[in-house]
Nanobody, 119 residues
């Protein structure tokens, strides 16, 4: 089992910044993929960005150039730096852990943290 605990959400004005963190504990494999997903009211959960244990990243087009996913493998911690936030970024943000090379193993989710961007 892997436990994920997110923090850093909150209320921010449009154009502002927030940094989310996610600490993983438990049976975390050395090779894995961690990522951030979000779900807005009435919408499906969508990928925001993900990063492999080797550092390869993938981003949703809607956040490219504004959000940065990073990780500290020694601390088993994932980050999401969000700049130039827009009202449409309002959602619950979830941390995701996928075990194994390419993230093809077991999958785990955090409890989510709310991000609200006011116009």
């Amino acid at each position: 089992q892997v436990q994920l605990v997110e923090s850093g959400g909150g209320l921010v004005q449009a154009g502002g910044s927030l940094r989310l963190s996610c600490v993983a504990s438990g049976r975390t494999s050395s090779r894995n993929v961690m990522g951030w997903y979000r779900q807005a009211p009435g919408k499906q959960r969508e990928l925001v960005g993900r990063i492999s244990s080797g550092g390869s990243t993938v981003y949703a087009d809607s956040v490219k150039g504004r959000f940065t996913v990073s990780r500290d493998n020694a601390k088993n911690t994932l980050y999401l730096q969000m700049n130039n936030l827009k009202p449409e970024d309002t959602a619950v943000y979830y941390c995701n852990f996928r075990a194994g090379p390419g993230g093809l193993g077991d999958q785990y989710w955090g409890q989510g943290t709310h991000v609200t961007v006011s116009s």
